[in-house]
């Protein structure tokens, strides 16, 4: 769920690197029940270099049993299932940078969006003074 029933989450892009060099990015997972499915928080990311432990730094029990997939649509993002009894996971690879889309700018409109309706609802319907929200009844 979005805004206002959640609170919308943003990860920072990374542009090329300058230096052609690769960023080296380190994502904790939290699992449920054992499972995580979701895309990683980067893209163009080099696979052969994606290795996932349950400690950071390449610490803790190196976890294999997962898999990743590339979407047909956005070949540029990954996709990761990950299974394991740890409550959390370090997933480490390499990218070169993000790939910013259209997606990306519309996911941002839409929040900015709700949060603007969420305001003018306030606004219409209860006491903004200065400092903290009121609803009316």
Known sequence: MSYPDDIDIFFDKLNKNPTGDNYVVEEQISLTNGAYSGPLKH?????????????????????????????????????IKIYTSSPTVYVTYETPGDTVEAEDINVLQAAVSATQTEVDRYKRNGIIDGGSFVRGV
């Not at 803790?60 to 990743?68: A, D, I, M």
């Open 43 to 79: 893209d163009n990311i080099n696979n052969g270099t994606l290795q996932v432990y349950t400690g950071a730094r390449f610490t803790g029990e190196k976890v294999t049993n997962f898999t990743l997939s590339i979407p047909d649509t956005t070949p540029w993002r990954r996709v």
